[in-house]
């Protein structure tokens, strides 16, 4: 068969790749062999296009999910966020090759009326083993002579309840967390408000913790996500978001500061937003890292008093932590920024504020940042120190 880059492999070659290899998984890889091909309920012309056509769609990921034309509008949304999780699986940023991970087709079922399921991983060598990067399981339509591939969210929550509150329809297990649901619906409203957002569908389905959140969504394995407990999957296409939340902390379902980035990236081009003035719209509006913006601004604090002289023009240049928590940092660049959001929108409101979250990439020197900066408030780098002090006073 013709098959272009990436190259999948069917389980068979892959089961002769790690017979020479690794003994030890020949049980598994043999069982997979076995369901696929010891009772061949798929019949071999069909196999073929399905495979090519897989094939078509794994180089199609990389490019803008809504026109890959192996997705069907309808399936566009929930498809999105399972390609955002697809993208860039052949890599190897470390070793700098980029199809390190080459993909395998391990398990293909006939689920009747011209639907299959769709078992993908990505497996590269290294040193004679193994090494799973991601696995993924989609749904192929046959239509004609065509596939077109889905993600499975709707087949996995079948049996979920749904409860719609405003433009939000909440889908759950068993029992909503209504006061979650409402604070979420509440979040998206001022988020919405301040970007002039206009109000639109939000599917919301309500995970009791990440690893749920893949399953249903169809990652059954990514590497990067070991042993994380809470994190949420977003997507936005046809005028309508999806979030697939998997919780924030043991209290909070959902992460504020994260839910600002995705509806700034909705009005925004992200290559327009400067990074230190959208991070602290986020500190100031939704904390980091699980604190409060009281509790990161109070962490602040502590830093000022115990550097009485610092510079913040060096500080800020630098985008020097003021605090860390393990690998979490909270960084001096960002919570100056959520100072200065904070001055400029109660005295002109959001627009000014929108001009400065748009003046650019960051660049070194920060002449763009400047140059916005001075326009809608008046401080420049030779007044930054005295501004910021003026600042740290008032809060
Ligand atoms: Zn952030």
Redesign the pocket.
């Known amino acids: 068969m013709n098959v272009s880059v990436p190259d999948i492999y069917i389980a068979a070659e892959f089961y002769c790749l790690m017979k020479k290899t690794l003994l030890l998984t020949v049980c598994l890889v043999w069982s997979i062999i076995s369901a696929v091909y010891s009772r061949p309920l798929i019949d071999s012309l069909t196999k073929k296009r399905l495979f090519t056509a897989l094939n078509a769609f794994l180089v199609a990921k990389e490019g803008p999910n809504k026109e890959n034309k192996f997705v069907l509008k309808q399936d566009l949304l929930s498809m999105s966020a399972l390609i955002d999780e697809m993208k860039g699986m052949d890599k190897n940023v470390k070793l700098k090759d980029n199809n390190y991970y080459r993909s395998y087709l391990t398990n293909i079922v006939d689920l009747n009326k011209n639907s299959f399921l769709v078992q993908v991983s990505y497996i590269g060598i290294n040193d004679k083993a193994a090494v799973l990067r991601a696995s993924f399981r989609l749904i192929a339509r046959k239509q004609d002579t065509s596939f077109y591939f889905s993600a499975p969210l709707e087949q996995n929550t079948l049996a979920w309840k749904a409860k719609k509150i405003g433009n939000i329809n909440f889908h759950f297990k068993d029992t909503l967390d209504l006061n979650e649901a409402k604070a979420y619906l509440k979040f998206v409203d001022f988020c919405d408000k301040k970007l002039d957002v206009k109000p639109e569908p939000i599917e919301y389905y309500e995970c009791d913790n990440f690893p749920e959140t893949l399953q249903i969504l169809g990652v059954d394995y990514k590497s990067d996500y070991n042993g994380i407990k809470y994190d949420d999957i977003t997507s936005h296409e046809n005028n309508a978001t999806l979030e697939i939340s998997g919780g924030y902390t043991a209290a909070q379902r959902f992460d504020r500061?994260?839910l600002?980035?995705d509806r700034l990236h909705m009005v925004m081009p992200v290559d327009s937003i400067n990074?230190p003035v959208?991070?602290g719209c986020?500190?100031l509006y939704?904390g980091?890292w699980g604190k409060t913006w009281p509790e990161v601004l109070a962490l602040f604090k502590k830093y000022v008093a115990d550097h009485p002289d610092a510079d913040w023009l060096k500080l800020y240049g630098e985008s020097t932590n003021f605090y860390t928590e393990g690998q979490k940092t909270f960084k001096v660049d960002?919570i100056l920024n959520a100072l200065i959001v904070q001055k400029i929108d109660r005295e002109k409101g959001f627009a000014p504020v929108k001009a400065l979250l748009s003046c650019g990439k960051r660049e070194p020197g920060d002449e763009n940042y400047f140059k916005v900066l001075e326009k809608v408030c008046g401080i420049t780098k030779a007044n930054f120190n005295d501004s910021i002090r003026g600042l740290i006073k008032q809060n």
């Open positions: 500061h994260d600002w980035h990074r959208d991070e986020a500190y939704g980091s960002y």
